[in-house]
């Protein structure tokens, strides 16, 4: 996993400080920004329908693959992350926090590039889950405490039912890898992500997974 986190970071460009930022704009296909990343299997994102509306489709089959948007984001300017998801094929339980279980149908990355140093490179994932109740933070299970798990949707969300999602980045930031003393310090170590992805994963698991993503955008409220 801190392999994969790293494997995103790379040269980036400021965002320039707007009231909202669509980062997918799916329908002038302002996906082909994204990089795709494969690390087993095939590569299967595209542009599809989902329930009337257009979105994302990712499909895994014993595969590990995602896409990578490297554009730094201004947290202190637009710090709430909005997107919609929606799972057709979902997962059975698995353990999520051992590596045979480390698969999720959907999720969504920030990361704060470490740059140099690795090790203080800090990811965190905003994952729907097989097994586990909603709002349940952890630590990944191959990259530790570098990178921390979140779950937005838990066991008992719905298949075929877009779910509408609002956080803020910034503060779970400070929720997840903890609170520095102050607000200088907060802002020091969290105001800046550097990389945002999507990924849609089934290898340790062998199974199959089907998933929708909406569009993608950080908003200043």
Same mark, same amino acid.
């Given at each position: 996993?801190?392999?994969?986190?790293? /494997?995103?970071?790379?040269?980036?460009?400021?965002?320039?400080?707007?009231?909202?930022?669509?980062?997918?704009? /799916?329908?002038?296909?302002?996906?082909?920004?994204?990089?795709?990343?494969?690390?087993? !299997?095939?590569?299967?994102?595209?542009?599809?329908?989902?329930?009337?509306?257009?979105?994302?489709?990712?499909?895994?089959?014993?595969?590990?693959?995602?896409? #990578?948007?490297?554009?730094?984001?201004?947290?202190?300017?637009?710090?709430?992350?909005?997107? $919609? &998801?929606?799972?057709?094929?979902?997962?059975?339980? /698995?353990?999520?926090? =051992?590596?045979?279980?480390?698969?999720?149908?959907?999720?969504?990355? #920030?990361?704060?590039?470490?740059?140099?140093?690795? &090790?203080?490179?800090? $990811?965190?994932?905003?994952?729907? =889950? $097989?097994?586990?109740?909603?709002? /349940?933070?952890?630590?990944?299970?191959?990259?530790?405490?570098?990178?921390?798990?979140? $779950?937005?949707?838990?066991?008992?969300?719905?298949? !075929?039912?877009?779910?509408?999602?609002?956080?803020? #980045?910034?503060?779970?930031?400070?929720?997840?890898?903890?609170?520095?003393?102050?607000?200088?310090?907060?802002?020091?170590?969290?105001?800046?992500?550097?990389?945002?992805?999507?990924?849609?994963?089934?290898?340790?698991?062998?199974?199959?997974?089907?998933?929708?993503?909406?569009?993608? #955008?950080?908003?200043?409220?």
């Amino acid at each position: 996993m801190l392999r994969w986190i790293v /494997l995103l970071i790379g040269a980036t460009a400021c965002l320039s400080v707007q009231a909202s930022t669509n980062l997918t704009e /799916l329908s002038e296909n302002g996906i082909q920004e994204w990089e795709p990343k494969v690390f087993s !299997g095939e590569w299967t994102y595209s542009i599809n329908q989902s329930n009337g509306r257009g979105a994302l489709q990712a499909l895994s089959n014993n595969s590990a693959s995602g896409l #990578v948007l490297k554009k730094p984001i201004d947290l202190a300017a637009t710090p709430y992350l909005n997107w $919609s &998801w929606l799972v057709e094929k979902t997962l059975p339980p /698995l353990n999520e926090r =051992s590596k045979s279980g480390d698969d999720f149908v959907a999720r969504i990355y #920030v990361v704060i590039d470490g740059g140099l140093l690795v &090790w203080n490179t800090r $990811s965190l994932n905003y994952v729907w =889950s $097989s097994n586990q109740d909603k709002g /349940l933070v952890w630590d990944n299970a191959f990259a530790g405490a570098n990178v921390r798990m979140m $779950s937005i949707q838990g066991r008992a969300s719905d298949k !075929g039912q877009w779910y509408e999602e609002k956080r803020n #980045v910034y503060n779970d930031l400070i929720y997840a890898f903890g609170d520095k003393g102050s607000e200088d310090a907060n802002r020091k170590a969290y105001r800046f992500i550097d990389v945002i992805a999507i990924m849609t994963d089934t290898d340790n698991s062998g199974l199959e997974a089907e998933s929708y993503y909406g569009e993608i #955008v950080f908003s200043a409220d």
